[in-house]
């Protein structure tokens, strides 16, 4: 093994990220999704053929399609802005001024150094400044910055970046707490081990107003 695979094996076993966006080639969509399926399809097979498996048993005769299917459309569906959900946002008209939370979304990701799944909840916070988003959007923000290799800790600024954009306002936080199979199937092999990230911005930077936020979370960590 060279040093160079060394150092991306090195970057890649401590989960470490090198960019804050995904790093997406300037070509990625210009094959569809019928003919990007059908490219891992071919590669899916070619894996599963090296392992040894035998593609002619019914059990697996499909197993290369069905997978090809779930990068595309599912688990990876995140990666093309065309599904990018819309933000449906409302006046403030009521003049609700407190915080607001989201929790215990549902979070299912895969992380980008092993391809394996990550798995938790986030936990979301604004202040409104005069615009309010729908509930399920914030959930739907989380499902798509999700559903792409990622880190939790790009995934947790996206979430706060993306919620700053469609409400007009800094006061936004976020924070995720997740098991990476990663860790807990391979490697150490710790199933009890959870990461938590965060992002808080502006007034989430101050402590009564962070504090605040973790109470209603019920996080006991100290941030």
């Known amino acids: 093994m060279s040093k160079t695979d060394d150092s991306h094996d090195e970057i890649g076993n401590n989960h470490i990220a090198t960019s804050a966006v995904n790093p997406i080639r300037t070509d990625a969509f210009d094959l569809s999704d019928d003919q990007k399926i059908e490219s891992i399809k071919k590669d899916v097979e070619r894996i599963l053929t090296t392992l040894g498996m035998d593609l002619t048993d019914d059990s697996l ?48 990701s895969t992380c980008e150094h092993h391809l394996l799944p990550i798995i938790g909840r986030a936990h979301i916070a604004y202040i409104s400044n005069g615009t309010v988003v729908g509930l399920s959007k914030m959930n739907r923000i989380v499902d798509y910055y999700a559903k792409r290799p990622q ?31 990663c860790v807990n199937s391979r490697g150490i092999r710790d199933i ?32």
Not at 91 to 105: A, D, Q, T
Not at 152 to 158: A, I, K, N, V
Not at 159 to 169: F, R
Request: aromatic share 10%.
């Open 151 to 181: 880190v939790q800790e790009r995934l947790t600024m996206q979430i706060v970046q993306e919620l700053q954009k469609v409400l007009n306002t800094e006061d936004v936080a976020c924070v995720i707490d997740a098991k990476h199979l």
């Open 61 to 108: 005769k499909g197993t290369p399609n069905r997978v090809a299917k779930m990068f595309v459309k599912e688990i990876f569906g995140g990666l093309n802005p065309v599904k990018k959900p819309g933000a449906s946002t409302f006046k403030n008209h009521y003049k609700y001024g407190e915080m607001l939370v989201e929790k215990n979304i549902t979070l299912y």
């Open 192 to 223: 009890e081990s959870s990461t938590i990230t965060s992002e808080f911005c502006g007034k989430f930077k101050e402590a009564h107003v962070r504090r605040e936020f973790l109470d209603y979370i019920k996080l006991d960590t100290k941030f």
